[in-house]
């Protein structure tokens, strides 16, 4: 059974540091990659998605994300991180024969220092 | 372009109820599934249906069931509601049978008491 592991549970930045949050998958073959994004009480905003291609993507926001193979990895960044950007994130994937049943990682939750 | 509506936004039930709760997914739109999410189990799938027909379900009870209308909108229902079943439910739709992103809903939050 494919699943997605978030190591980090909670991470704190300070406003303008940069980020990096850690996704990991585990699959058969390469599946669609997604990074979402939640406000508490609100539903989830897809920030980026990988199907194939260049592994290096750019989202909404200033986020990217580099997909790398080798290492089951999907990692998602950003350069310098806004006090606005204090949510929790959500790496999925969806199997290739899998519709579009999406898994989830447990999530980080990030929180901003002034 | 609307986005995903689900509604009612918030809900209180009482144990042994049954709740329905409902999904309009982006026009054109074609896929709609249902997510729960609990701080314990954090985001599962529940099921999704495309064209009328459940084709993934998650791991969930029977009390837990779906149905999805010629128009894509799309209706789950929980029936002896248990307390366990209080969470965020969020619904999320997408264009194709696969291979696209899915935009989700608001979400609607259910308390059982």
């Known amino acids: 059974a494919q699943s997605v592991t978030q190591p980090d549970i909670h991470i704190t930045v300070s406003e303008g540091a940069s980020l990096e949050l850690r996704c990991n998958y585990s699959?058969?073959?390469?599946?669609?990659l997604f990074w979402y994004v939640q406000s508490p009480g609100q539903g989830l905003q897809l920030l980026l998605k990988?199907?194939?291609?260049?592994?290096l993507v750019q989202g909404i926001k200033g986020f990217e994300a580099e997909f790398k193979r080798s290492q089951s990895s999907f990692n998602l960044r950003k350069p310098s991180v806004h006090w606005s950007d204090a949510a929790e994130y959500f790496c999925?994937?969806?199997?290739?024969?899998?519709?579009?049943?999406?898994?989830f990682g447990g999530g980080t939750r990030l929180m901003v220092k002034p | 372009k609307a986005g995903v509506t689900q509604t009612p936004r918030y809900l209180i039930k009482t144990r042994g109820q049954q709740v329905t709760l409902s999904c309009s997914p982006i026009?054109?739109?074609?896929?709609v599934s249902w997510y729960q999410q609990t701080p314990g189990q954090g985001l599962q799938f529940l099921f999704e249906?495309?064209?009328?027909?459940?084709?993934n379900k998650g791991n969930f009870p029977g009390r837990f069931s779906g149905r999805q209308f010629s128009n894509s909108r799309s209706e789950m229902n929980v029936s002896t509601l248990e307390l366990g079943d209080s969470a965020l439910y969020l619904c999320a739709s997408s264009q194709a049978s696969t291979g696209t992103e899915a935009f989700f809903g608001q979400g609607t939050r259910l308390t059982v008491v």
């Open positions: 026009s054109g739109h074609r896929s």
């Open positions: 990988y199907f194939s291609g260049d592994t």
């Open positions: 699959y058969g073959a390469t599946p669609y």
């Open positions: 999925a994937v969806v199997g290739n024969n899998a519709g579009n049943m999406l898994t």
């Open positions: 249906y495309f064209s009328e027909t459940q084709r």
